[in-house]
C-alpha cells in the first residue's frame, strides 16, 4: 500500500510515541520532526484515514485535568500499519541512493 | 476587555466546533487545552476541521440529493406559503376589527367569523407540520452536512419572496406599517417555518419519536395537506389575480364552479413528498422487524 507522506510522518510518530499515541502528542511529534506546523483538520481527518485503511486504531481514552477534563483521541499503529510504514521507508531510501542530499 | 475577548474567541470555538462528532469534539478542544493555543488560533484550527469535515460530507450524493429535492423547492413553496399567510392573517384580523359582534346571532355571520380563523389555523398547522417534515427528511439525507443544508433551507425560505408582494397589501393601509409589512412576516417564518424545521432535524437525530408517533403524524399531515391544498396553490401566486385558489374556468365558461380547473395542484404532491418519505420509510422500517421476530 502506498502512504502519502503527511500519513507516514503520523505513523512514524504513532509507533514512536506507542502507549503515549494520540492526537495532540503526534501533532507534537510531527511539528518538532518537520519544524512546520500541523494544524488540527490535517492532523484529525489523516487519522480517519489511516483508520479507514487499517492502518491505525483509535480509540477514546480517560479524561485527564491538563485537557480541562476531557478525553484524548489515543492511537495505536497495527500490523498492517507498521508493513506499510516499512514499505514506505524502504521505498524512500532505494529512491534516495545516490542522490547528494542522502549521502549523509 | 481582555477577558471578554477571551471568552468570545473560545465562545465562537465551542459554538463552531458542534458542527463535529461529539467524541471528535472532546478530543479536539481537549488538545487544545493541552497545547495551550490561543482563543483566536483554537477558533482557526476548529474552523479548518470543521471546513474538511465539511467538504468530506459534500463527496457524497445525499446532501447535493437534499439540496435539489427539498432545500430548492420546498424551500421556496414554504417561502410563498409563509408569505401569504402572514399577510392573509393580518389582512384577516384587521377585518375582525370591524366585525359587529352584536350580529354573531345569525348563522350566516357566524360562518363570516369562525370560516376564515379556522381556515388560518389550519394553514398554519399545516405550514409548521410541512417544515417540520422537510426539516426531518433533511436531516436524514444530509447527515453530517445537514446544519450546511438547514442553513441553505433557511436563506431560501427567507429570501425566496425578496422583491414580490401580496394582494392583499393593495387593500389595506396596516401594510404601510413596519410591524405588519416586515417584522411579521418575518416572525411567521422563524415561528412557523424555521423552529419547526429544526425540530425535524432533532426529531430525526435524537429519534425522538416513536414510529407509531412519527407515523401518526405522517398520516395527519397528508390530511391537513388535503384539507389546505387550496391555500398552497394561492400561495404560489402570492394570492394575486385568484382567490382562494388559482383556476382556469371550466367548460361551463363560469368561475368557482365544480368544473373548472386547478392548474396548480401538483404543487401539493410536491409538497407531500416529505411526508411521504417519512410515512413510506417508517412503515418500511418496521417490516424487517417484524419478519425477524417471527
Redesign the interface.
Known amino acids: 500500500m502506498i502512504l502519502g507522506e503527511f500519513e507516514y510522518l503520523m505513523l512514524t510518530a504513532a509507533a514512536r510515541l506507542g502507549d503515549e499515541a494520540y492526537?495532540?502528542a503526534i501533532?507534537?511529534e510531527i511539528e518538532d520532526a518537520t519544524s512546520s506546523p500541523c494544524?488540527?483538520?490535517?492532523l484529525?481527518?489523516t487519522l480517519d484515514r489511516l483508520e479507514r485503511k487499517g492502518l491505525i486504531k483509535t480509540w477514546?481514552g480517560e479524561?485527564?485535568p491538563?485537557?480541562?477534563g476531557?478525553?484524548?483521541?489515543m492511537v495505536r499503529v497495527t500490523a498492517k500499519g507498521v508493513d506499510a510504514a516499512s514499505s514506505f521507508y524502504s521505498a524512500v531510501r532505494r529512491v534516495s541512493r545516490g542522490v547528494a542530499w542522502a549521502k549523509s | 476587555m481582555g477577558k471578554v475577548m477571551i471568552q468570545t474567541g473560545w465562545w465562537l470555538a465551542d459554538v463552531v466546533s458542534q458542527l463535529l462528532e461529539p467524541?471528535?469534539r472532546?478530543?479536539?478542544?481537549?488538545?487544545?487545552?493541552?497545547?495551550g493555543a490561543g482563543e483566536w488560533r483554537a477558533l482557526r484550527?476548529?474552523l479548518?476541521?470543521v471546513?474538511?469535515?465539511q467538504a468530506?460530507c459534500w463527496m457524497d450524493w445525499r446532501p447535493w440529493l437534499a439540496v435539489i429535492a427539498i432545500v430548492l423547492p420546498i424551500g421556496l413553496m414554504l417561502s410563498h406559503a409563509s408569505r401569504w399567510w402572514a399577510d392573509d392573517a393580518v389582512y384577516t384580523t384587521l377585518q375582525y376589527r370591524l366585525f359587529d359582534l352584536s350580529r354573531l346571532v345569525q348563522l350566516g355571520w357566524r360562518s363570516d367569523l369562525f370560516l376564515p380563523m379556522w381556515a388560518a389555523v389550519t394553514c398554519g398547522v399545516s405550514l409548521a407540520g410541512w417544515s417540520w417534515a422537510s426539516g426531518y427528511v433533511l436531516a436524514s439525507l444530509s447527515q453530517r452536512a445537514v446544519w450546511v443544508t438547514v442553513a441553505l433551507f433557511a436563506l431560501v425560505v427567507f429570501l425566496g419572496t425578496l422583491g414580490t408582494t401580496t394582494i392583499v397589501r393593495a387593500h389595506s393601509a396596516a401594510f404601510a406599517e413596519h410591524f405588519f409589512a416586515v417584522v411579521f412576516p418575518r416572525l411567521i417564518r422563524v415561528g412557523l417555518v424555521l423552529l419547526p424545521a429544526i425540530w425535524g432535524v432533532h426529531s430525526y437525530r435524537h429519534a425522538s419519536l416513536s414510529r407509531l408517533t412519527l407515523s401518526m403524524s405522517a398520516v395527519a399531515l397528508l390530511l391537513l395537506t388535503v384539507l389546505t391544498a387550496t391555500f398552497l396553490e394561492g400561495s404560489m401566486t402570492l394570492g394575486r389575480g385568484f382567490f382562494p385558489s388559482p383556476l382556469e374556468i371550466g367548460a361551463d365558461r363560469l368561475g368557482a364552479t365544480a368544473d373548472d380547473l386547478r392548474p396548480l395542484w401538483p404543487i401539493s404532491l410536491v409538497m407531500l413528498w416529505p411526508t411521504a418519505s417519512i410515512l413510506i420509510t417508517t412503515l418500511w422500517r418496521r417490516a424487517p422487524l417484524s419478519s425477524s421476530r417471527s
Open positions: 492526537g495532540a501533532r507534537q494544524s488540527i483538520g490535517a484529525y481527518t477514546m479524561p485527564t491538563e485537557r480541562g476531557r478525553p484524548k483521541r | 467524541h471528535e472532546d478530543a479536539v478542544r481537549g488538545d487544545l487545552a493541552e497545547c484550527e476548529v479548518g476541521l471546513a474538511r469535515r468530506a
